[in-house]
């Protein structure tokens, strides 16, 4: 079935640091991508998605690229800040289905 | 437009006990999902609903149940609570897609989650 694989956390990073998530996906149809970043004690926001292959998906400095033929879909922010620190999850949602299928979620620490 | 709303927040049960959930989605949004958070299974969905019917399950046993009424909000239950079912429910919605039309894949909002703690 559909899975998302994500780089176990926690991440910890300084201000102004290079971040990369790395996540991976399996689908059998022509899913659309995304990011969700969860902050401490709230639900899940939808930080990024891509619905194509090579299509880009941006947001708040955060970008991810779809790339069909390595079934990746990485998080990338040139310069984190401490109010980046959370949760953030790669996810799918595969043709004909509205479920959404999670990776296990990655914990970002940024230090000041 | 307010977001979508999951009460109560907190909820503490015991072991065989039942719960109610409820889930508001945002005004105009007819597709309702529930997932559960947990540390060690991360996040699962539950069950979809739309127009008051159950679109599409999750492999969760029968204790888990769900109904979605006429103006959209949706509650799930679980019967028969047990100590693994401690875990965040989130609810999200999306704007209508009747069918499932892949050139329009509507985002999903989540609510903040109702924490529960079966004891």
């Known amino acids: 079935g559909d899975s998302v694989t994500q780089m176990e956390g926690p991440v910890t990073l300084s201000e102004e640091a290079f971040l990369t998530i790395n996540c991976t996906y399996t689908?059998?149809?022509?899913?659309?991508l995304f990011w969700y970043v969860q902050y401490p004690g709230e639900g899940l926001q939808l930080l990024l998605k891509?619905?194509?292959?090579?299509d880009k998906g941006s947001n708040k400095g955060f970008e991810a690229t779809y790339r069909k033929e390595t079934t990746s879909f990485h998080l990338e922010k040139g310069s984190v800040q401490v109010s980046d620190s959370a949760v953030y999850f790669c996810a799918l949602s595969d043709w004909g289905d509205d479920k959404i299928i999670f990776g296990k979620g990655t914990r970002l620490h940024i230090l000041p | 437009k307010a977001g979508v709303t999951q009460t109560p927040r907190y909820l503490i049960k015991t072991r065989g006990q039942q719960v109610t959930l409820s889930c508001s989605p945002i005004?105009?949004?007819?597709?309702v999902s529930w997932y559960q958070q947990t540390p060690g299974q991360g996040l699962q969905f539950l069950f979809e609903y739309f127009s008051e019917t159950q679109r599409n399950k999750g492999n969760f046993p029968g204790r888990f149940s769900g109904r979605q009424f006429s103006n959209s909000r949706s509650e799930m239950n679980v019967s028969t609570l047990e100590l693994g079912d401690s875990a965040l429910y989130l609810c999200a919605s999306t704007s209508p897609t009747p069918t499932r039309d892949i050139t329009r894949r509507e985002t999903q909002y989540f609510g903040p989650g109702t924490r529960l703690l079966v004891l």
């Open positions: 005004s105009g949004h007819r597709s």
């Open positions: 689908a059998t149809g022509y899913p659309s």
């Open positions: 891509a619905t194509k292959a090579d």
